[in-house]
C-alpha cells in the first residue's frame, strides 16, 4: 500500500498559481500512475493530471491543459501539480493518487486508483 500526503492548497485570486505536492511513501513500486483529481463542491470527482512513473508520459484534462502542469521526482517520491493562470471554475478539493494502471486504463477513471490522499482545498476567487 501506497500512502500519499497532498499540500500546498490554499485561497488566490483568479489568475494567480498555486503548486501542490503529493508525497508518497510505503509500497511505492507498486504503482506506475499518479494523478491528481479534484472535487468540486457538490459534484464528482474528476481527474485533472496524471503521470506514468513507468515512462514518463503526461496526460490532462482538457480543461486544464496549456495551464496545469504535472510532475514526479523520483529522488523525493513526490508529485507536484503546478497550477497557473486559475479560474474560479477550478476550486475544488485536490486528491492525488496512485495506482497500476494496465494497458488501456484510463488514468481519469477513479476506481483504477486504489491509494488516495486526504484531499487539500484549492479556492480560487474571481
Known amino acids: 500500500q501506497v500512502h500519499l500526503a497532498e499540500s500546498g492548497g490554499g485561497s488566490v485570486q483568479a489568475g494567480g498559481s498555486l503548486k501542490l505536492a503529493c508525497v508518497a511513501s510505503?509500497?511505492?513500486?507498486?504503482?506506475?500512475?499518479v494523478a491528481w483529481f479534484r472535487q468540486p463542491p457538490g459534484k464528482p470527482r474528476e481527474g485533472v493530471a496524471a503521470f506514468y512513473t513507468s515512462s514518463g508520459s503526461t496526460h490532462y484534462a482538457d480543461s486544464v491543459k496549456g495551464r496545469f502542469t504535472v510532475s514526479w521526482d523520483n529522488a523525493k517520491k513526490t508529485a507536484y501539480l503546478q497550477m497557473n493562470s486559475l479560474e474560479p471554475a477550478d476550486s475544488a478539493m485536490y486528491y492525488c493518487?496512485?495506482?497500476?494502471?494496465?494497458?488501456?486504463?484510463?488514468?481519469?477513471?477513479?476506481?483504477?486508483?486504489?491509494?488516495w490522499g486526504q484531499g487539500t482545498r484549492v479556492t480560487v476567487s474571481s
Open positions: 510505503g509500497y511505492t513500486f507498486s504503482s506506475n500512475c
Open positions: 493518487a496512485a495506482g497500476y494502471l494496465m494497458y488501456g486504463g484510463r488514468w481519469d477513471n477513479s476506481a483504477n486508483f486504489r491509494d
